[in-house]
Structure formats: structure tokens, C-alpha cells
């Protein structure tokens, strides 16, 4: 069973900088962490998912949601089964528990999350 776990959560000013990561494990039948695609989401409260950056299983592309294009970055290191979202020029907007998802075929794995607070 794949498991993945998010760190790097906290609480920053406005204007700063996180990088969130996600560690993965538990992979099974020759499949490793490059075979899956990777997407981070968050959930801010009262507020449904939302889907927030992917990048691709060895890495070459990466998508952004609008709201976060130009300020956070996708990152991934296949040879240690980590993922990062860099995350600058926070605004208040962006506090939410944030999420990665492993996906291959029909497989989807998700994390625990990682809460992210920006206030002053």
C-alpha cells in the first residue's frame, strides 16, 4: 500500500515562503514512485478541495491553478521518493491543509495534509 506524508506546514506572514514535501512509500509489483503522476491540492475550511499543481511521473511537466501560478513551484526526486511545492508571495488566501496525491491507472493515493496558515 502506498503511503505518503506531508511536511513543511506552518504558519508565515504574508509575502513569505513555504516548501511543503511529501515523502512516499509502501510500493508494491515493480511499480515505484516514478510510475506515478503526483498532484497537490488543498482545502481551506468550509471550502471544497481544490486541485493546486501536478507534475508528471519523471518530472518533465507541471500545471498550476491559476490562483498560484508564478508563486508556487512542483518539484520531485524520483531517486528519494519526495515531492515538494514550493510556495512564495503567500497570501491569507492560500491557508488551507494541503494534500499530495499519488496516481498511476486507477490508483489514487492521498496523504494526511499539512496545515498552512498565512496571517500576520
Known amino acids: 500500500q502506498v503511503q505518503l506524508v506531508e511536511s513543511g506546514g506552518g504558519l508565515v506572514q504574508p509575502g513569505g515562503s513555504l516548501r511543503l514535501s511529501c515523502a512516499a512509500s509502501g510500493f508494491q509489483y515493480g511499480f515505484t514512485f516514478s510510475s506515478y503522476g503526483l498532484r497537490w491540492y488543498r482545502q481551506a475550511p468550509g471550502k471544497e478541495r481544490e486541485w493546486v499543481a501536478t507534475i508528471t511521473s519523471g518530472g518533465l511537466g507541471s500545471s498550476y491553478a491559476r490562483s498560484v501560478q508564478g508563486r508556487f513551484t512542483v518539484s520531485r526526486d524520483n531517486d528519494n521518493n519526495t515531492a515538494a511545492l514550493q510556495m512564495n508571495s503567500l497570501k491569507a488566501e492560500d491557508t488551507a491543509v494541503y494534500y499530495c496525491?499519488?496516481?498511476?491507472?486507477?490508483?489514487?493515493?492521498w496523504g494526511q495534509g499539512t496545515q498552512v496558515t498565512v496571517s500576520s
Open positions: 496525491n499519488a496516481l498511476r491507472s486507477y490508483e489514487s493515493y
